[in-house]
């Protein structure tokens, strides 16, 4: 068998006749697939019923929510800064460089 790709449409299709068969084998001889990639495929798409647990509990705290929307954008600026602080580090080293070349002595700090 060589590698094919399977696009996502084909894989939900045979991850549907997977669990109405119950029996990867059958479908993955039916569009020529090995049953370990349905396997695989079925984990990657089947909930996780504890992640849906901890969500359901956490909604129920008080507060927690708005908590938590906080601290994912407190995330996101510090990503954004960390990206322009790294920008500038990297746009000095090019002056210094370029200072280096050019033979003009650097000011002191």
Avoid: C, F
Avoid at 62 to 74: D, F, H, R, V
Avoid at 76 to 89: D, R, S
């Amino acid at each position: 068998m060589g590698i094919s790709r399977h696009s996502t449409e084909e894989k939900k299709q045979i991850i549907k006749e997977a669990l109405e068969t119950g029996n990867s084998s059958l479908v993955g001889r039916k569009y020529n697939v090995n049953p370990s990639n349905i396997a695989r495929w079925l984990k990657e798409y089947k909930p996780d019923p504890m992640k849906g647990m901890i969500n359901k509990a956490l909604q129920r705290i008080p507060g927690l929510s708005e908590s938590l929307k906080e601290a994912k954008q407190i995330e996101e600026q510090n990503l954004k800064l960390k990206k322009i602080i790294g920008e500038k580090e990297l746009e000095i080293d090019i002056l210094r460089d370029l200072l280096k070349k050019t033979r003009i002595p650097l000011p002191l700090r």
